[in-house]
Each structure stands twice: as structure tokens, then as C-alpha cells.
């Protein structure tokens, strides 16, 4: 658990209550935390999904890996301590999004379970939702948008994860979504399926 350094600051109430903000909204607010290796597909799929939510007139927003790094994160490098950093920081806003009613989906590679363990343990039961994203090294480093593993392979990126620095899978997600096999929107279509399952949709 990170210290709490500042002093004299207190829990200030809202006035609003979540469950208001739900009634308004017409459904419940959640973390999606897509997580897998570089290549995997999780941007991709959460803004699929980001996109069918958005046009049942849900309120969503998407936390990028990349974009969060380019300004909330933008002190933080890769090292396992930095990327520790990375994910509490990332916990705590999306906790302040779910608790205004929003669905909000995080693609981040998040590789240490005790991580993404400590972003659940902020929340309440069932807030936050993991969505493995599962594919092979083979597949992601075939796909190689942006040149990473490329790099990582020459020794031009060092702690990069699946090459230099490891990735340990979630033991018990909610949700894991076949990318070696499926497309896009079938995997986006299939963690719709679950949050209308599971009642999230609706209040």
C-alpha cells in the first residue's frame, strides 16, 4: 500500500450520491481492465466496446496506456517500480470515474498480478471487471504495431514485457477473450454479452 504523505487532509462527502448518478445514467458504473501483452488487441477491443456502449447510450470513457502516459503518467519510466506507480495512479481514477456511474475501460499491459490485485482490492465488489486478453507471444510479436518487439529483440527497449521483463497472467478474471482466434467485434460483442448478463446495463 502506498504511504500517505500529505497531512492535514481530510474525506470530503458528495452531496450526490452514486447510486444517484446511476439512476441517472440508467445503468451501473465499472472498471473494464483489459489486460495482456503489447499486441494483443486490448485498445483495440476496448474501444469496440467502448463504441457498442456508447451507442446504447452509455456513459463510457477509455484510459489508454499510451495516452496516460503521455501526461498523468508522463514521470514514470518502465521499471518494475514505475510500473507499480503506473497502475496505482490508473486504479485510482478509473475508481473515481465508476463511482460517477461511468463505464470506463483501462487498457494497460499491467503485467504484476499483485497489481492489478491491489486496483481490485480499492473497489467494491464487483466494480472491477478483468478481461484478459489472451495471445501467444507468436501472435503479438507477428502483429507489431508500433515496432516494439522488434526493438525489444535488438536490445533497444530494456523491461519490455514478454522479451526482458515478465508478464504474469490473471488467475481467476472475469472475462478472457481469445485473440489468436477471434476478431474484433466478436471479442468486443462477447464482453457486452457479460456486462448484460450481469446486470450492469441496467439499474
Known amino acids: 500500500m502506498t504511504e500517505q504523505k500529505a497531512t492535514n487532509v481530510h474525506w470530503h462527502d458528495h452531496h450526490i450520491t452514486r447510486e444517484q448518478r446511476q439512476r441517472l445514467n440508467g445503468h451501473k458504473g465499472a472498471v473494464l481492465w483489459f489486460t495482456g501483452l503489447s499486441g494483443c488487441g486490448k485498445s483495440t477491443i476496448a474501444n469496440a466496446v467502448d463504441g457498442m456502449l456508447h451507442a446504447r447510450g452509455i456513459h463510457t470513457y477509455v484510459l489508454d496506456g499510451d495516452n496516460i502516459r503521455m501526461g498523468l503518467n508522463k514521470n514514470l519510466k518502465f521499471s518494475p517500480e514505475d510500473r507499480t506507480e503506473n497502475i496505482r495512479r490508473i486504479g485510482e481514477v478509473s475508481k473515481l470515474f465508476c463511482e460517477a456511474g461511468t463505464i470506463v ?27 484478459l486478453v489472451s495471445a501467444s507471444l507468436e501472435t503479438c510479436e507477428s502483429r507489431d504495431p508500433k515496432g516494439l518487439y522488434k526493438k525489444a529483440r535488438a536490445g533497444e527497449i530494456k523491461d519490455f514485457t514478454g522479451i526482458s521483463a515478465p508478464y504474469e497472467s490473471p488467475e481467476s478474471p472475469e472475462l478472457v477473450l481469445d485473440s489468436d482466434r477471434r476478431g474484433i467485434e466478436e471479442l468486443a460483442g462477447q464482453v457486452i454479452n457479460w456486462l448484460d448478463q450481469h446486470g450492469y446495463l441496467s439499474v
Open 105 to 131: 475501460s483501462t487498457a494497460f499491459i499491467s503485467p504484476y498480478r499483485a497489481d492489478r490485485d491491489g486496483v481490485r482490492a480499492l473497489m467494491p465488489k464487483g466494480d472491477f471487471v478483468e478481461i
